[in-house]
């Protein structure tokens, strides 16, 4: 396990937070991957935490799969837009199969990381979820 990984699974650890599924993986930089699933308006968003070798840090949650076709593209993508503008630690965007993600890459080194922060943009991302999630869904389903 690199160092970053050793210092956060110490740090969820220390304060009971059993919350992931930690799978080492095999490759270059020791990716370290942290599963779990952020809980929003009664769905089970699919959340991705990685901590390598490299000076990153990556969170990505799945917003929802397979959201964004043809006739709600431009709708959809301007409303993300607007998220974008308005939050600075993490960005939305749209993959090829329609998906619409959330990903923060938090800058550190093994000397520098701190838990703590990895934490708390988790849970600026979930409090932001939490606040906007209805909003986004209704522009992914208007007609």
């Given at each position: 396990?690199?160092?970053?990984a050793e210092?956060?699974?110490k740090f969820?650890?220390d304060?009971?937070?059993?919350?992931?599924?930690?799978?080492?993986?095999?490759?270059?930089m020791?990716p370290?991957?942290?599963?779990?699933?952020?809980?929003?308006?009664?769905?089970n968003?699919?959340?991705?935490l990685v901590i390598?070798?490299?000076?990153y840090v990556?969170?990505?949650?799945?917003?929802?799969?397979?959201?964004?076709?043809?006739?709600?593209?431009?709708a959809?993508m301007?409303h993300?837009?607007?998220l974008?503008?308005?939050?600075?630690?993490?960005?939305?965007?749209?993959?090829?199969?329609?998906?619409?993600v959330?990903?923060?890459c938090?800058p550190?080194?093994?000397?520098?990381?701190?838990?703590?922060l990895?934490?708390?943009?988790?849970?600026?991302?979930?409090?932001?979820l939490?606040?906007?999630?209805?909003?986004?869904?209704?522009?992914?389903w208007?007609?």
């Amino acid at each position: 396990m690199n160092i970053k990984a050793e210092k956060f699974t110490k740090f969820l650890n220390d304060r009971n937070i059993n919350v992931f599924q930690i799978q080492e993986v095999e490759g270059d930089m020791n990716p370290v991957v942290y599963r779990s699933a952020m809980e929003v308006n009664g769905q089970n968003l699919p959340t991705m935490l990685v901590i390598d070798d490299s000076i990153y840090v990556m969170l990505q949650v799945r917003v929802g799969a397979g959201l964004v076709k043809d006739k709600n593209r431009a709708a959809v993508m301007a409303h993300l837009n607007s998220l974008n503008e308005n939050y600075k630690v993490f960005k939305y965007y749209a993959n090829d199969n329609g998906d619409i993600v959330i990903e923060s890459c938090i800058p550190t080194t093994d000397n520098e990381f701190m838990p703590e922060l990895v934490h708390a943009v988790i849970d600026v991302v979930l409090k932001h979820l939490q606040d906007e999630y209805a909003k986004l869904m209704k522009t992914v389903w208007a007609d």
